[in-house]
């Protein structure tokens, strides 16, 4: 078969299909499972490009020297600059490639703010989109092809990134009632009607497919990428196990691997991030093995933040995935601590850096909390304000109870655990942590209850029975990995391309190095980079 373009791997590597098509390349997709959407399907589906017409449509003022102003300050010169200006200058057009060519309809995540929004050229407001509920009968039968969340509400609730925040205060805000029963109406009336509404990554998936589909690009499902041809040292086409039988597909622009990272490839993981890790600690895609990596070494590709993730705080709970932890380490009423009950971190900080701080700790590390505590949060996704903690967490040494604080240290050995909350309980009464200043940012704020004041984040411990619940640093995928340029060309080691083979999303290394600068920053630095390969590809951009 000949093509000019091979896109390997269904997340987002589909805007960079739609974008190569739309720019009058023919395309493939191979996808090595028979699901597309990979992690993007898994995720919360927002993406993270400031400047885009979405965001100006809805009213957010911002500039593009802010925006540079802020990279420039969060990337701390840990990644050429030519690879974030790309998203930069290059994403707003892939937003606009998304809209043209999907039937997705798309809303502002109002006030999620950047993750470090005190920083120079920051965003309190927030600078991310989210896409709406999707039909995803929409799909025909390829609706059976989108990959199965982990994750699912025990009702048909299309929960958006934008409505997670007031669910999670169903027990604390009438805004948490209404926003459930409007979800509920939503999810129960469209099955009345014969419409299935999903949201988050699942609606951004099934949408990028939609219009796949529409532009007639074929998808290969269950064809796993076995080698890269190379002639005269450019990348010419690949080698796809499909039915059995190796295929080679001659890609006269180019090749990009889209595959997604090595979430669950333990000996990567144990070689360049920690032999702590265990993979079932991911939320992202199970059949992120990692493959692409050492094909793109072998033909010369360079590696790139091999050791970091998008790292995000979670319950090593028995299941296909653990329980994330996310609003939960904002509220009021619970604190971190190490093995000798201290705390050591900002629990309400953005997950990835949460995460970072989390893998320099020796395992376990615990999340303590109180009676108040679990009488009003839902906890770790799953379980509801009242509801007691599964017996399967206490069966499997993952969560401990007492009566008092005292007797729960003694439990679980954390001697200083007493001390601890005694302090934590003083400075919460003030209303400030003057020692991990919880609560300072508006980071911290967004996920806090707004019925508690003067900082929403801060409250005491003090109401028994007390609880503690291991915390260990989950992820949403690996991202490390191919180094690549500004216009996701691959690298050498000595700085050199390799013609004709680009790399995007978790396959590549992270464009913005150690740092998760806002909510939806890696499926943005997919999209943008997708768009950018392809543009690339097609001669529509130079070097």
């Given at each position: 078969m000949d093509v000019d373009f091979v896109v390997v791997g269904s997340g987002t590597g589909m805007l960079a299909a739609l974008a190569a098509a739309e720019a009058g390349m023919s395309v493939l997709i191979v996808e090595k499972s028979r699901y597309f959407g990979g992690s993007t399907a898994l995720s919360g589906g927002g993406f993270w490009v400031p400047g885009n017409a979405l965001l100006r449509a809805a009213g957010v003022a911002d500039s593009p020297a802010r925006a540079r102003e802020y990279l420039t300050t969060v990337t701390a010169g840990e990644t050429p600059e030519e690879r974030w200006r790309t998203h930069l200058e290059h994403g707003p057009a892939a937003v606009d490639v998304l809209r043209r060519r999907t039937p997705l309809r798309f809303?502002?995540?109002?006030?999620?703010?950047?993750?470090?929004?005190?920083?120079?050229?920051?965003?309190?407001?927030?600078?991310?989109?989210?896409?709406?509920?999707?039909?995803?009968?929409?799909?025909?039968?390829?609706?059976?092809?989108?990959?199965?969340?982990?994750?699912?509400?025990?009702?048909?609730?299309?929960?958006?990134?934008?409505?997670?925040?007031?669910?999670?205060?169903?027990?604390?805000?009438?805004?948490?009632?209404?926003t459930g029963a409007r979800l509920l109406g939503l999810g129960l009336g469209g099955l009345a009607i014969r419409r299935e509404y999903v949201a988050g990554g699942g609606a951004l998936a099934a949408g990028l497919f939609a219009g796949v589909r529409a532009a007639k690009i074929p998808v290969w499902f269950e064809s796993a990428l076995k080698d890269l041809v190379i002639e005269d040292g450019r990348v010419t086409g690949v080698v796809v196990t499909r039915e059995g039988q190796d295929e080679t597909v001659r890609a006269a622009r180019g090749v990009l691997l889209s595959a997604g990272g090595f979430d669950r490839n333990r000996t990567l993981r144990h070689e360049h991030q920690s032999p702590q890790l265990d993979t079932d600690w991911c939320l992202g895609n199970p059949e992120n093995t990692g493959d692409v990596i050492p094909i793109a070494q072998a033909a010369g590709?360079?590696?790139?933040?091999?050791?970091?993730?998008?790292?995000?705080?979670?319950?090593?709970?028995?299941?296909?995935?653990?329980?994330?932890?996310?609003?939960?380490?904002?509220?009021?009423?619970?604190?971190?601590?190490?093995?000798?009950?201290?705390?050591?971190?900002?629990?309400?900080v953005n997950y990835m850096t949460a995460g970072q701080i989390l893998i320099q700790q020796q395992l376990p590390v615990w999340m303590v909390f109180d009676q108040r505590y679990r009488n009003r949060y839902v906890f770790a996704g799953s379980v509801f304000p009242r509801q007691p903690l599964p017996r399967a967490w206490y069966d499997a040494g993952l969560a401990a109870k007492a009566p008092t604080?005292?007797?729960?240290?003694?439990?679980?050995?954390?001697?200083?655990?007493?001390?601890?909350?005694?302090?934590?309980?003083?400075?919460?009464?003030?209303?400030?942590?003057?020692?991990?200043?919880?609560?300072?940012?508006?980071?911290?704020?967004?996920?806090?209850?707004?019925?508690?004041?003067?900082?929403?984040?801060l409250g005491p411990l003090d109401q028994g029975p007390f609880y503690a619940v291991q915390v260990v640093p989950g992820d949403l995928g690996?991202?490390?990995?191919?180094?690549?340029?500004?216009?996701?060309?691959?690298?050498?080691?000595?700085?050199?391309?390799?013609?004709?083979?680009?790399?995007?999303?978790?396959?590549?290394?992270?464009?913005?190095?150690?740092v998760y600068p806002g909510p939806g920053a890696t499926i943005g630095q997919g999209l943008s980079f997708g768009y950018t390969a392809a543009r690339h590809a097609a001669g529509k951009l130079a070097a």
């Open positions: 809303q502002w995540m109002t006030g999620y703010a950047d993750y470090f929004p005190e920083l120079p050229g920051g965003s309190a407001a927030g600078r991310a989109m989210e896409p709406k509920p999707f039909d995803v009968r929409r799909l025909g039968a390829d609706r059976a092809r989108l990959r199965p969340a982990a994750l699912a509400a025990p009702f048909p609730m299309p929960v958006t990134g934008r409505t997670y925040k007031w669910l999670n205060l169903v027990a604390r805000h009438p805004r948490g009632i209404v590709a360079d590696l790139a933040f091999m050791n970091e993730a998008w790292w995000f705080p979670a319950v090593p709970v028995p299941g296909p995935v653990p329980g994330p932890l996310l609003a939960e380490r904002s509220l009021p009423g619970q604190i971190i601590v190490d093995q000798r009950g201290r705390r050591f971190m900002n629990e309400a604080l005292a007797e729960l240290a003694e439990q679980l050995g954390l001697t200083e655990l007493p001390a601890t909350v005694e302090r934590f309980n003083t400075q919460a009464a003030a209303g400030r942590d003057d020692d991990f200043h919880r609560g300072d940012s508006a980071y911290d704020r967004y996920y806090g209850d707004p019925t508690i004041g003067p900082n929403p984040c690996t991202c490390g990995g191919i180094r690549a340029d500004g216009f996701a060309r691959a690298l050498r080691p000595d700085g050199s391309v390799i013609e004709g083979l680009y790399a995007t999303g978790n396959a590549a290394g992270n464009a913005f190095g150690r």
